[in-house]
């Protein structure tokens, strides 16, 4: 194995650095102004850059290219083309030109449009975005690109994307100038996203029809031990995961990915990857190669990586944290607070415009994260409750108290920590502790969104940040623009801000059951699932958010509602039909041959001793039989759900269906079924058990 990790650092992405060494100075010069400024491709270029990526990746071993984009399924999709050419004589040559780099057209009928595209209307473009670096993997170059439909509506994840990056950039660029900063041309946003997620044994997993459809397990009792000792997290690495992991670092290296820190996280069989952090364009590409060299480096070592967010219920699941910040194309982070934040009005007007936008747009950052899967773990002492809200830690929140009170701001001196032991060094301790159980947190310099699950595609909840706080800002600019004493009007803003939005801001536990009363007696929303959530998508205000900063339109926002509540259903559907066919033609029939068994077990018995004791085998034959006849009985109610749930209007009335009539019951039964569970011997059961795909690595 190369150990020298700065020379494989990037080597299969088509970096600045290569660029740099391949492209002709004018070239090089134009290319990195588009992707730094956002600037249109001069087109004139575009067949000097492909060339030279062509000839790049055919050194890397490239013999096809790709354009990678991101459909609204959640994952990321790709059509290979080699570059051959026909030359004439039965001869090829390996061409690549500036068109196939800047578009390609692809029938785009089989991804879903939420309506917004008929089936004759079956052409859709991906659009090269130069901003984020084209890369090889197996043998093709991958170029990351936009999707769009024939009429030029979004059909993607990354669109909106770039479009709320350029928004915040523009109205956030208006507060700067307003602060004297002539200097820097553009904001960019940074996101780090730190990765949850499980690994269990392929041989556990395979024979598992649940994890294999549905990637969580929808029937199992909870082992003996669950992760109530806490000795996981954190804890040693065994050597089976300290190999994938070690493997896994070095091919997103190679990516280019900062892959940072990886350990133990609280549940067994779970951990966790976070990478440095990078443009948000950049990142949002990368979170998702990350998943997908998760999946298949487990595979490699006889593991399977599960990215859903509650494979086993009754341990924790997995989420994803969404590190956030915004910086000048010169190096300034905007929301760094500096020794005496209560001094700093620029700072101060940066974290009422992130308060103000959570407090505006609750719902659309809840939105952002739902998705069928997340509704186990929000709100499931778990995760970060359904309800969102903001923690700025003791001190900032000091500071805005005595802004909205008007009074003076006694900053507390930071303490020394001094561990009694000479020999340990003190150190100052950090202004405030952390709050685990916030939602969105502010965390020294950047906002870390911790609602995201762990399989979700990360555009969404960073477009509706970016564009919230986009709005932030024009709003705040358009008063700070017109007054006629900026500072007297700035101390105004910054104090109405925080006196309008103080209820967003909650330093307690999140978890707790006063915590939901309070947040009702404040007025925060508090959409607990899904289909809750999805119902707030297209309000007019959303709609107007969107509109305004050019980041999507009724439509689009339309199509996309509709694709919510599509997704919503079928997985709800899959989950039910695999219960159905799991529980019908597997469990059951498995626990009547045990209660077959045990039976004549006891017939044997008095057989040969009239008298023998077999009150243990009645009790288990009456149970189980019992329990059967239930759980029959909840599958047949559960199979004439789940078609009536079909059968309902696509969109929102189908997908309220399925919560309100098929999940109740899908429930009820994996209740039964784990009872059964707990009581049939381990060689009748026809899967592996919680305590076997936990602890089996
Ligand atoms: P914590 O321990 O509070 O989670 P870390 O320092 O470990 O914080 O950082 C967590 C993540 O936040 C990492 O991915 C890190 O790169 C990222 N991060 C740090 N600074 C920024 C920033 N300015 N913008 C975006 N992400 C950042
Ligand atoms: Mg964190």
């Not at 940074?190 to 397990?217: C, H, S």
């Not at 010169?330 to 974290?351: C, D, I, S, V, Y």
Request: charged fraction near 25%.
């Amino acid at each position: 194995m190369n150990k020298n990790i700065p020379e494989i650092f990037g080597s299969m992405v088509f970096n600045e650095d290569v660029m740099r060494a391949r492209l002709p100075r004018e070239v090089c010069k134009s290319l990195l102004k588009t992707m730094e400024e956002g600037k249109e491709i001069d087109p004139s270029i575009a067949d000097v850059v492909a060339n030279a990526m062509k000839d790049w990746a055919i050194e890397k071993g490239a013999t096809h290219y790709t354009h990678w984009f991101q459909p609204l399924t959640g994952a990321t999709a790709e059509k290979h083309d080699s570059f051959i050419t026909p030359v004439g004589g039965g001869q090829v040559v390996m061409e690549f030109s500036g068109k196939c780099l800047i578009k390609g057209e692809s029938d785009a009928s089989s991804f879903p449009s939420g309506g917004l595209r008929a089936t004759f209307e079956a052409r859709g473009y991906t659009a090269w975005d130069p901003a984020s670096y084209a890369f090889v993997k197996d043998g093709t170059l991958y170029i990351p690109t936009a999707f769009c439909s024939y009429t030029g509506e979004a059909l993607d994840s990354k669109t909106p994307l770039l479009r709320s990056i350029d928004a915040i950039s523009r109205e956030g660029m208006r507060i700067l100038r307003l602060f004297g900063d002539t200097t820097a041309k553009r904001l960019t946003t940074t996101v780090g996203a730190e990765q949850e997620y499980f690994i269990i044994d392929k041989e556990m997993y395979e024979q598992r029809r649940d994890l294999i459809y549905t990637g969580r397990t929808l029937f199992g009792a909870p082992a003996p031990k669950g992760q109530e000792l806490e000795d996981h997290y954190f804890g040693p690495l065994k050597s089976r995961i300290a190999a994938f992991m070690a493997e896994l670092d070095e091919e997103l290296w190679k990516l280019g990915i900062l892959s940072k820190t990886k350990h133990n996280e609280a549940a067994p069989a779970q951990h966790e990857l976070a990478p440095i952090y990078a443009t948000t364009n950049m990142s949002v590409d990368q979170n998702l190669l990350m998943m997908i060299y998760m999946k298949r480096i487990a595979e490699k070592h006889g593991l399977v990586c599960l990215l859903h967010e509650k494979p086993f219920a009754s341990v924790s699941g997995s989420g994803k944290h969404n590190n956030w910040s915004v910086g000048t194309d010169t190096g300034k982070n905007l929301f760094k607070p500096g020794k005496t934040p209560a001094e700093n009005k620029q700072f101060l007007l940066m974290l009422a415009a992130v308060i103000k936008a959570v407090d505006d747009y609750q719902d659309l950052l809840r939105v952002s994260v739902a998705h069928a899967g997340n509704d186990h773990r929000l709100g499931a002492s778990e995760a970060p409750p359904a309800i969102v809200s903001m923690f700025i830690g003791d001190e900032l929140e000091a500071v805005v108290d005595s802004i909205i009170s008007g009074t003076d701001f006694k900053g507390a001196a930071r303490g020394k920590m001094n561990l009694g032991i000479p020999s340990v060094p003190t150190f100052t301790k950090d202004t405030s502790d952390r709050n685990r159980t916030s939602p969105f947190a502010f965390t020294g310099n950047k906002f870390e969104f911790r609602m995201l699950g762990s399989s979700q595609n990360i555009s969404l909840p960073n477009v509706v940040l970016n564009t919230a706080v986009a709005e932030s800002f024009r709003q705040f600019a358009d008063i700070l623009e017109a007054a006629p004493d900026f500072e007297k009007a700035l101390a105004e803003l910054i104090k109405d801000t925080f006196t309008a939005h103080r209820r967003i801001l909650f330093n307690g536990n999140g978890y707790s059951e006063e915590w939901e009363k309070e947040a009702a007696r404040r007025g925060l929303s508090n959409l607990t699932t899904s289909v809750d959530a999805f119902r707030t998508f297209t309000s007019e205000k959303n709609i107007a958010l969107f509109a305004r900063h050019g980041v999507m339109s009724e439509v689009e926002m339309r199509s996309r509602e509709e694709i919510m509540y599509e997704n919503y259903a079928k997985v709800i559907n899959i989950e039910a039909q695999t219960m159905i066919e799991m529980a019908g033609r597997e469990i059951i029939p498995a626990v009547g041959s045990y209660v077959a068994e045990v039976a004549s077990a006891a017939a044997a018995k008095t057989a040969v001793i009239p008298t023998a004791d077999i009150s243990a085998e009645k009790d288990i034959v009456t149970r189980l039989s019992n329990l059967t006849g239930k759980a029959y009985a909840t599958l047949s109610l559960l199979r004439e759900a789940d078609e009536a749930a079909k059968k309902q209007p696509a969109g929102e009335p189908m997908a309220a269906y399925f919560l309100d009539r098929v999940i109740p019951l899908m429930k009820e039964l994996r209740e039964t079924v784990d009872e059964m569970e707990t009581l049939t011997a381990t060689d009748y059961w026809p899967m592996p058990g919680y305590g076997d795909l936990l602890f089996s690595v």
